[in-house]
């Protein structure tokens, strides 16, 4: 499973030798000092690419991770599938890929964007695509409850939310006056009424193409969408742009970083200025005003839009250093801390202190309690249950654990040293994940590191390469790599969920309201799904109802005309775990999973005369090669 000695063994091909010229070279070398900070935008990257360290880790740790053969992981992993717009769930700590969960994209083998099921959680005019980033379970009392996990969409503005019984995507809303969803958390206190939405680029309102020029009229929102009703119930304009987002353990605040307060539309502007800042929003003022009236809708949007940009009493601006990415709140709800990208430093906020800065008593930068450097890069940081962070340092290639106490007494000028260790990783991580560590249950087990470039680590599949999410063992006093795991394009993110936290379902239940539209229509065509195997015509519209018991459908052939638009609803009646059936039409591009007792249905055009074979593309019994049947269409 893993695949320790590799940097050990004799240089025969072209990508070890690849690798040891790049060791040689030093990566500070490379970067050139301080001047790598302000270039980290370009050279700077590129640099650190060429000259990360390829060091290889010892491996006598990969005992830690043998999960056996029919055992089981001690851990969900929700892993963000970026731009293949899927979340994909992972068990750990043996990183075996466990199931695929289409949201934003076309998945065949489920059927999701092809059935009308799926067609009408994605919406009428759905794009097809999407760019997932960060995955984040629903939460009570600052613990993961199971009941869904929330997804946004940055490539279409979208928000989705996946059941935790079914896996499945239930509902995706489009975010209005808004363009690119980034940051994306729920609120932890008391339990997760909102999901927080941050809308990173700054466009013209109304955006008709009349003012586009105006650039310093431009401005972003903060969103709030209700986690049952998928609605957004409020919107914040902000200054600057908005890039992570995280939440606190009162549910009074949440709070955003902004790598562009500049308000530049182009690279060199965004970097412009040593501070940016990280907003934070009030939600019970937010929710007082929009109670009172106090807001304007935007377009064609009812959404009530309250002003938060500066000098609004409902948000507040905290100067940080320089273009910040991610925003974390620790587990014991003391501090959050913001990753400062452009600069090597972490700056981290008293959450307690956010009452008083709104009071007025204390200034922004009050809430500061420690500023300290970590090293090149720091883009997001995890925390485990003794009081340590995790920081990626992106540019240096490596995980930098320090202790949040001892920096903020360094901070405050004592002789302490805060870093502990900095552990290499292959190459440049974004985000890092540790076992329950975004909720008070945080347990200090293990921490993925999601490395963007996987480089010499795996077989090479061609220019496009792996990512990287590494599994580290933090348990003891040491970081101790223990796993690589080759991941597609590109879990920007990921959550780790211990399993007493998800109940899943084994079949589905018949009435689910994932499929009640179409029992809906069964009814209305006098069609009991559970038994009937009926062809209804309606014009030239033909539905064709079937029910599936293992190996065999309920009609193996059925008639239409030339040009019917025809509706095949399959129902599963098997009871067995595990027995999933598809139904695909030969050369019309229709085909779909039917999970047990789950019922699905899919539309295409009949459009050429002949017999047309349809078969079940699911693997389900010793027959299921002779499970199929005939659609017979009449010459128009
Ligand atoms: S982001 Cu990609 S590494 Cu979208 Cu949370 Cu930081
Ligand atoms: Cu039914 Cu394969
Ligand atoms: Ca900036």
Redesign the pocket.
């Known amino acids: 499973m893993i695949n320790p000695k590799d940097k050990n063994l004799p240089e025969i091909d072209t990508q070890d030798s690849q690798a040891s010229e790049h060791v040689k070279l030093s990566r500070r070398l490379f970067l050139g000092g301080g001047a790598a900070l302000v270039g980290a935008g370009a050279a700077g990257l590129g640099g650190s690419l060429l000259t990360a360290n390829v060091q290889a880790a010892g491996n006598s740790n990969a005992a830690h991770i043998n999960v056996g053969p029919g055992e089981l992981d001690e851990y969900y992993g929700f892993w963000s599938g970026g731009h293949s717009g899927e979340v994909r769930i992972l068990g750990l700590p043996s990183m075996r890929e466990l199931m695929r969960i289409p949201v934003f994209n076309v998945d065949s083998a489920t059927g999701w964007g092809l059935t009308n099921e799926s067609k009408a959680v994605l919406g009428e005019n759905a794009p097809l695509g999407g760019d997932c980033?960060?995955p984040h379970m629903s939460m009570t009392d600052g613990q993961y409850d199971g009941k869904y996990v929330f997804i946004n969409d940055?490539a279409n503005s979208r928000v989705a939310r996946i059941r935790g019984d079914i896996m499945k995507t239930d509902k995706i809303t489009t975010i209005p006056n808004t363009q690119a969803i980034?940051?994306l958390r729920v609120q932890k206190v008391p339990y997760t009424k909102y999901i927080f939405a941050n809308a990173e680029f700054r466009i013209p309102h109304p955006n008709n193409g009349l003012a586009m020029d105006a650039i310093d009229k431009y401005y972003t929102l903060f969103s709030a969408v209700n986690a049952e009703t998928m609605e957004v119930d409020w919107q914040v304009i902000v200054d600057g742009n908005l890039?992570?987002t995280d939440a606190d353990y009162t549910g009074k605040y949440a709070f955003s970083t902004c790598y562009n307060a500049e308000g530049a539309v182009d690279l060199a502007g965004s970097m412009r200025d040593e501070r940016d800042h990280l907003v934070i929003f009030n939600i019970e003022r937010i929710e007082a005003a929009v109670k009172a009236g106090n807001f304007q809708t935007l377009g064609d949007s009812k959404v009530p839009v309250v002003n938060g940009r500066k000098g609004s009493d409902l948000t507040a601006y905290v100067p940080v250093p320089k273009n910040p990415?991610?925003i974390n709140t620790a587990p014991g709800g003391k501090y959050a801390v913001a990753n400062g990208k452009l600069s090597p430093t972490v700056t981290v906020f008293e959450l307690a202190k956010f009452d008083a800065l709104f009071d007025g008593s204390i200034k922004p930068r009050d809430t500061v309690v420690a500023e300290v450097e970590l090293g090149l890069g720091p883009?997001?940081t995890a925390f485990d249950n003794r009081g340590n962070a995790y920081t990626?340092l992106?540019i240096d290639s490596q995980i930098c654990k320090w202790d949040v106490e001892k920096a903020i007494r360094a901070y405050k000028g004592e002789k302490v040293n805060y870093i502990l260790q900095k552990l290499d990783v292959h190459y440049q991580p974004?985000?890092n994940h540790t076992t329950m560590g975004e909720t008070r249950d945080a347990d200090g087990k293990y921490l993925i590191s999601?490395c963007?470039f996987s480089k010499d680590r795996f077989l090479q599949c061609g220019p496009l390469h792996a990512e990287n999410d590494q599994l580290i063992d933090i348990s003891g006093d040491e970081m101790k790599l223990l796993h690589d795991g080759p991941t597609y394009a590109?879990p920007?993110?990921c959550m780790i969920v211990h399993r007493s936290k998800v109940k899943t379902a084994k079949l589905y239940k018949r009435d689910d309201p994932t499929f009640a539209g179409t029992v809906a229509m069964a009814k209305a065509d006098g069609v009991t799904l559970e038994t009937d195997n009926k062809v209804i015509r309606d014009g030239n519209k033909v539905r064709v109802y079937m029910t599936s018991v293992a190996p065999s459908y309920g009609m193996d052939q059925f008639s239409v005309k030339q040009g019917d638009e025809v509706t095949v609803i399959v129902t599963n009646l098997d009871q067995i775990e595990d027995v999933t059936h598809g139904f695909c039409m030969v050369n019309h591009g229709a085909q779909m999973e039917i999970s047990p007792q789950q019922t699905a249905s899919i539309t295409f055009k009949a459009d050429r005369p002949g017999v047309h074979w349809y078969y079940c593309n699911w693997f389900c019994h010793a027959l299921h090669m002779e499970m199929r049947g005939r659609m017979l269409v009449e010459p128009a």
Do not use: C, M, P, S
């Open positions: 980033h960060h940055k980034h940051g890039d992570n990415h991610g883009l997001h990626t992106f974004g985000h999601l963007k590109e920007h993110d």
